[in-house]
């Protein structure tokens, strides 16, 4: 409940509060105050009194259900709710706080309708289709739920829920190149949190299973692979005899700089992707071999992520300032994977 608070509550309030008269704002910022330290019955009394100042203030009706739904009074949570989508500037977080109520009494097909409804007035909107996705695979709609993920991809390319839960779908069905891509574009767009080591031990069981597969996937469970994803399994093939006695993180990492090479000699026109010119140029700036430490050391051992950590400490904090000095941003225009 608190990593939930702190995601959504951040987005939800903090955000709103800014927009709303002098005496409502107050109020709001004590509300925020009062929740963070879980004093939800005063953080409510906070809201009425906004509310009794701007009855059609979106901020407060929607912190309101918000609120309820912390407390886990999950039938005033839906009552408020209700009122705040139909106001006429709604936003996404309506939608979502409405549905997660929903989802936390297992009324699926309530929040399915509420967020069919939210995509036809935000069809971009990336947490939707994040969350309508949870609430099908949660009815056991797996096809349909990976094909909500996969259009929350297409369309909002820059949030990274839809990517997360693509990419542990996929580890689920063993499509390892997938898991590869989502999980990659994930850890950039989300580089701090717990969900980002879960998807890079992930990838890097991706890696094992891709190139030296213990058991060979029958024929009759392989993907359907799009020409994006052939192409770059064509180039993993050409490297599977390095790999022969025994994947180590170097291979890993010759590996990926030969999957750029041929990238962007052969298919770089025909398939422009910002996470290979983010390779590209981390390679120039001699950090590359500090990104994949950083993305597979830890699961490959501690201890040796430490000793090369300690030994290339330069390179090592080169990376971090660059990691932590841009915020990873995927253009719309290259989801390949239709």
């Known amino acids: 409940m608190k990593k939930l608070f702190f995601i959504l509550f951040a987005l939800v309030l903090a955000v709103g509060v800014n927009a709303q008269t002098p005496t409502v704002k107050k109020f709001q910022e004590s509300a925020m105050a009062l929740m963070q330290q879980g004093d939800f019955t005063n953080a409510m009394v906070a809201l009425e009194k906004a509310k009794a100042i701007e009855p059609q203030n979106l901020e407060t009706i929607k912190n309101i259900s918000f609120c309820f739904y912390l407390q886990r009074e999950f039938a005033q949570a839906i009552d408020a709710g209700k009122i705040a989508i139909e106001l006429p500037n709604a936003d996404q977080q309506s939608f979502q706080i409405l549905g997660l109520s929903y989802k936390s009494i297992a009324d699926y097909s309530a929040a399915n309708k509420i967020y069919k409804r939210a995509l036809k007035k935000f069809p971009d909107g990336g947490v939707i289709y994040s969350e309508y996705g949870e609430s099908l695979l949660q009815e056991n709609k797996k096809d349909e739920a990976i094909a909500t993920w996969e259009k929350g991809i297409e369309l909002a390319p820059s949030y990274s829920g839809n990517y997360y839960n693509a990419a542990k779908y996929y580890y689920k069905e063993m499509n ?55 192409k770059q399994l064509d180039i993993y093939e050409k490297t599977k005899q390095q790999v022969a006695e025994g994947l180590t993180i170097d291979h890993i990492g010759s590996i990926r700089t030969r999957l750029l090479m041929e990238w962007m000699s052969d298919n770089a026109k025909l398939y422009p992707y910002q996470l290979f010119s983010h390779w590209q140029h981390m390679i120039r700036e001699g950090i590359f071999e500090a990104y994949n430490q950083w993305l597979f050391g830890a699961s490959f051992g501690e201890e040796a992520y430490q000793k090369w950590l300690s030994t290339h400490a330069e390179e090592a904090k080169k990376f971090t300032d660059f990691q932590q000095s841009r915020i990873y941003r995927q253009p719309g225009g290259q989801y390949y994977l239709n």
Not at 211 to 216: D, G, H, S
């Open 176 to 230: 390892w190149i997938r898991v590869l891509i989502h999980g990659e574009l994930f850890v950039n767009l989300e580089s701090y949190s717990a969900r980002t080591n879960e998807v890079k031990k992930a990838m890097l069981d991706a890696y094992k299973n891709m190139l030296r597969p213990i058991v060979k996937t029958p024929y009759h469970l392989i993907p359907k692979y799009a020409d994006f994803e052939k």
